[in-house]
């Protein structure tokens, strides 16, 4: 590890290198901060620039672009309720909250303190332990992926323990939606109604803008009355210098963010899952072990930090596959491997042997980055607040504008834009009705995983369902899984008793 | 209203049930068939349906003073029109493009808000607008939507206005 810490600061530290970080760091933020640029389109959009740099510079450049635009994703989330990243939405429960209360300042702190946390645990996780992680990795078949989202469906129990009949119907309204499309074992069209838009699936983007931007957006329209008032409050969020969080406050946290950073970690290693699994599953058991769930999700730190220590940690995590076994996590990975690849970069298991430096200039840049992130985006954080200031007849229909942009820049189609705002209707007619717009992004989010991995176990199992269910980690996470979802029952039971 | 819409997405689910397994083939002993798992997702939203509906008429039951769903002040209120315009917006922008209909809900929405200076919201509006092209159209390289006609004609005009700045630069 030492060698690789040695190594990485001597690539990283060079006086040209760390000024290319450091530009992709602020180009991350700010490409994460808009809510039409995910953080896969942030680093394709940085790639041009990596092309005539060397390659072990670029892979740095683009990492501390993507670790930067996840970031930047919990500015809007906490300041608009636009989460900039679909992994930036648990952040919206507690953030959003805040900054209403007119700690907008305070809120981005813990943001910004967990992600860079979330960050160096998984930079330090990733050079210390990469090769042997990417080794368990491997043990990962299709059951166990199947295991693993699984787990995360089980989450929905925990989204809103008060309500959780109508959470699992949002839940599994996200899992029929994710079957909309071709079906991903036989290529067959299901539920398209002959629609060539419907036949590549329902979008996770437009679908997520919709239910968070635009329907809090209809939401303020209806209580127009209250946004002179809001608007006030919001002028006292924009005071940040007054707000930040104490080193007191960020140390009460540290279970939290040590739980989130771990978790992230792990979750973003196993090939498939993401930085939104991680956030969401963060959150999720954050509900479980603390001492006031009932808090979370009203505005409190160990909301945000939960989500934010998690999603920046997963983004590490997501370099152990790619860099040890050739295997992209997510999209931004995949964005990063073709850039090696058209540079001549053999990825695959022997690249951490044969050329560590890769490996180095990751890690180097991963420490680098969540420093210098944490003074960059409170920068373009304080500049995002200032926002806050205009009044909500400007700021209202911009949101609805830019969550436009959003949905379309995705796929230059515009019937994601209509997506977008049939979602924002039903979004408020979910939050009318009780129901969660949470839980159904989260359906959506695992559907076609849970699904495809299922089918896939199944028949390699030769339809064996005993088989499928009795591999050593998939029956540890499936047991995890029955008691997480019989667990608020149990507590249901017991409160009826106790009357 | 919770029981309306429970009733409905049990019709709803109970359609989708039978419909993918018209359009998916019978399932073989190793391939489970591409109608098992959202038929196990519609069994089990169709079961939570029913309890929910089930618990809410209990709760309708013990209310003494029903809740009466008045749907003229509905349509009037500035939520439906909000709704109408954000509706508006998504299924013209393919026809008269991003400018324009950028422009055009920024200012109805304005004024639905509240927003009684018309001089100031046709401004503010125009200024947005040419904002948001900018940093998307522009800087961005996000190719958003033209329109067709006029319209169109508009956008590639301003887009080649662009392109010369770029090249200028």
């Not at chain 1, 530009?23 to 640029?37: R, S, Y």
């Not at chain 1, 683009?62 to 608009?80: H, K, N, R």
């Not at chain 1, 209202?396 to 959003?406: F, K, Q």
Request: proline share 4%.
């Amino acid at each position: 590890m030492f060698d690789l810490l040695g190594m990485g600061l001597r690539i990283i530290l060079n006086p040209s290198t760390f000024l290319l970080i450091t530009a992709g760091t602020i180009l991350g933020v700010v490409f994460g901060a808009m809510p039409g640029v995910s953080a896969s389109m942030a680093v394709a959009l940085a790639l041009p620039f990596a092309y005539a740099m060397d390659p072990v510079i670029a892979i740095a450049f683009l990492v501390s672009v993507y670790c930067a635009s996840i970031t930047g994703g919990g500015i809007t989330a906490i300041l608009f309720k636009i989460p900039g990243t679909p992994s930036s939405a648990p952040t919206t429960f507690d953030g959003y909250p805040m900054a209403q209360r007119g700690e907008a300042g305070k809120a981005l702190g813990f943001s910004l303190i967990a992600s860079a946390v979330g960050g160096l645990v998984a930079a330090f996780a990733m050079a210390l332990v990469s090769p042997q992680l990417a080794s368990i990795a491997l043990e990962f078949g299709p059951s166990e992926l199947f295991a693993v989202s699984f787990l995360g469906i089980s989450v929905l129990s925990c989204l809103d323990s008060d309500n959780i009949v109508k959470t699992l119907i949002s839940g599994l309204i996200g899992l029929l939606l994710a079957c909309v499309g071709m079906d991903p074992m036989l290529g067959i069209s299901r539920f398209t109604w002959g629609s060539s838009t419907l036949l590549s699936g329902i979008e996770m983007i437009p679908i997520m803008i919709g239910l968070f931007a635009v329907t809090e957006v209809l939401k303020q329209t209806a209580k127009s009355k209250k946004i002179e008032v809001s608007d006030k409050e919001k002028n006292e969020s924009t005071k940040m210098k007054t707000v930040l969080p104490s080193v007191k406050e960020i140390w009460e946290t540290k279970g939290t963010m040590t739980r989130s950073s771990i978790l992230g970690t792990v979750i973003g290693i196993l090939p498939g899952a993401g930085a939104t699994i991680a956030s969401f599953l963060s959150y999720a058991i954050e509900k479980k072990v603390s001492k006031h769930p009932e808090k979370l999700g009203t505005g409190i730190a160990d909301g945000i930090v939960a989500s934010e220590a998690a999603n920046n940690a997963a983004t590490g995590g997501s370099m152990v596959p790619l860099l040890s076994l050739g295997i992209p996590g997510g999209n931004a990975a995949a964005i990063m491997m073709t850039a090696l690849v058209i540079k001549g970069v053999q990825i695959g298991p022997l690249l951490i042997k044969t050329q560590p430096q890769y490996l180095a200039s990751v890690f180097g840049s991963m420490l680098i980055t969540n420093i210098v992130m944490v003074i960059v985006a409170m920068a373009v954080a304080k500049v995002f607040a200032k926002i806050l200031a205009i009044p909500y007849t400007i700021l209202g229909p911009v949101i609805v504008m830019l969550a436009t942009i959003g949905a379309y820049a995705l796929k230059n189609n515009t019937g994601d834009v209509i997506l977008m705002a049939a979602a924002g209707i039903i979004g408020y007619m979910f939050v009318k009705l009780g129901y969660n717009s949470a839980a159904l992004v989260l359906g959506l989010v695992l559907g076609q995983m849970s699904e495809s991995n299922f089918r896939r176990a199944y028949t390699l199992a030769n339809g064996d369902l005993v088989k499928v269910f009795t591999r050593p980690i998939t029956a540890v996470l499936m047991i995890a899984c029955v008691l997480m979802l019989v667990y608020p029952l149990i507590k249901y039971i017991l409160r009826k008793k106790s009357w | 209203m919770d029981i309306i819409f429970s009733i409905a997405l049990i019709i709803f689910n109970i359609y989708c049930f039978f419909l993918v397994g018209i359009e998916s083939p019978a399932p073989t002993l190793t391939e489970l068939g591409a109608a098992f798992w959202p038929r196990i997702v519609i069994s089990l939203m169709v079961i939570l349906l029913i309890a929910n509906l089930i618990n809410q008429l209990k709760i309708r039951k013990e209310k003494t003073v029903h809740e009466k769903i008045d749907i003229i002040s509905f349509f009037k209120s500035k939520l439906f029109i909000g709704m109408v315009l954000v509706s508006i917006m998504a299924l013209s922008t393919p026809y008269i493009g991003f400018l324009t209909s950028c422009f055009g809900f920024l200012v109805t929405y304005a004024i639905l808000l509240g927003e009684r200076n018309i001089f100031k919201v046709i401004l503010n509006s125009l200024i947005i607008t040419f904002i948001l092209y900018i940093i998307f159209q522009g800087l961005l390289d996000i190719r958003l939507e033209r329109g067709i006609g006029i319209f169109r004609n508009l956008a590639l005009f301003l887009e080649g206005i662009l392109l010369n700045i770029k090249r200028g630069l």
